[in-house]
């Protein structure tokens, strides 16, 4: 069955840097595309960055220029590095992905952004 596990999040200081990883199983990850979202409290969860099984990839405006989207398809892993953390960034974040017309989620892993 797909799984998708999230690790890498934790407190960070405004302007800091986090790197996210999500290890996928259960599915074929290279012909996959990979998403990673984000809910913040008593909000709804957002998109933040995909990539595509041929490694193409696209951000939200509001984390454009600050974060990157990759996948080791070696290690079926995808990878989301942010830079210039920015206490808006705050939130659970999630990495999904879409077969046969049904999107799986991983549980989450908390992002804090705080002084």
């Known amino acids: 069955q797909v799984q998708l596990v999230e690790s890498g999040g934790g407190l960070v200081q405004p302007g800091g840097s986090l790197r996210l990883s999500c290890a996928a199983s259960g599915f074929t990850f290279s012909s996959s595309g990979m998403n990673w979202y984000r809910q913040a409290p008593g909000k709804e969860r957002d998109f933040v960055a995909e990539?595509?099984?041929?490694?193409?990839?696209s951000y939200a405006d509001s984390v454009k220029g600050r974060f990157t989207i990759s996948r080791d398809n070696a290690k079926n892993a995808v990878t989301l590095q942010m830079n210039s953390l920015k206490p808006e960034d705050t939130a659970v974040y999630y990495c999904?992905?879409?077969?046969?017309?049904?999107?799986?989620w991983g549980q989450g892993t908390q992002v804090t952004v705080s002084s």
């Open positions: 999904s992905t879409n077969r046969n017309f049904r999107t799986y």
């Open positions: 990539i595509l099984p041929g490694g193409r990839t």
